[in-house]
Antibody, heavy 118, light 105 residues
């Protein structure tokens, strides 16, 4: 069974940093394009970043470019999202997703909540 | 940037009803349109991709249509497990629509 398990969400002050992890199992992680998507409370969905199977290339939404870094460790079947210079508007549930190509995201992890507040 | 809108933002329906949700892109996207379902407290789930292709395991009461700028998700006979929020997503740059909440009448 394919599983994606996010962790690392927490309450952090504006300007702070946080690293999210996503442990993958049940599929060939090193062969798979992966992405991060977030959902602000009561709001819609926003794609944040994608990463190639080998980690050699990444892409980012403008809203997080320069602040967030997407990376992976294929030896550990784990995806990471390093988030710096956090803002109140970054408060959201963060999901890691398998990117099946052409922006088809399936399945999704259960999500981890990041709250940015003073 | 390609913007996505959905209508209605919410609707009330009964089990057995035929439900239609519209999604519009701010510019033509061909057939590059996906639909997701999100139940309360759960993660989204891919229902339909490429405008009309059902993801594996999705019941056949769900269907999608459209191309260019206008798309539709139809549930032919609403079931209790279908009460959820539905999001469209353009598959050019990944932008999602704001969602349509389907609740019980």
């Amino acid at each position: 069974e394919v599983q994606l398990l996010e962790s690392g969400g927490a309450l952090v002050q504006p300007g702070g940093s946080l690293r999210l992890s996503c442990e993958a199992s049940g599929f060939a992680f090193s062969n798979q394009l992966m992405s991060w998507v977030r959902q602000a409370p009561g709001r819609g969905l926003e794609w944040l970043s994608g990463i190639a199977p080998g980690g050699e290339s990444t892409s980012y939404a403008d809203s997080v470019k320069g602040r967030f870094t997407n990376s992976r460790d294929n030896s550990k079947n784990t995806l990471y999202l390093q988030m710096n210079s956090l803002r109140v508007e970054d408060t959201a549930v963060y999901y890691c997703v398998i990117d099946l190509s052409e922006w088809r995201f399936d399945p999704w992890g259960q999500g981890t909540l990041v709250t940015v507040s003073s | 940037d390609i913007q996505m809108t959905q209508s209605p933002s919410s609707l009330s329906a009964s089990v057995g009803d035929r439900v239609t949700i519209a999604c519009r892109a701010s510019q033509g996207i061909g057939g590059y349109l996906n639909w997701y379902q999100q139940k309360p407290g759960k993660s989204p789930k891919l229902l339909i991709y490429a405008a009309s292709t059902l993801q594996g395991g999705v019941p056949s009461r769900f269907s999608g249509s459209g191309s260019g700028t206008d798309f539709t998700l139809t549930i032919s006979s609403l079931q209790p497990e279908d009460f959820a929020t539905y999001f469209c997503q353009q598959a050019y740059t990944g932008t999602f629509g704001p969602g349509t909440k389907v609740d019980t009448k």
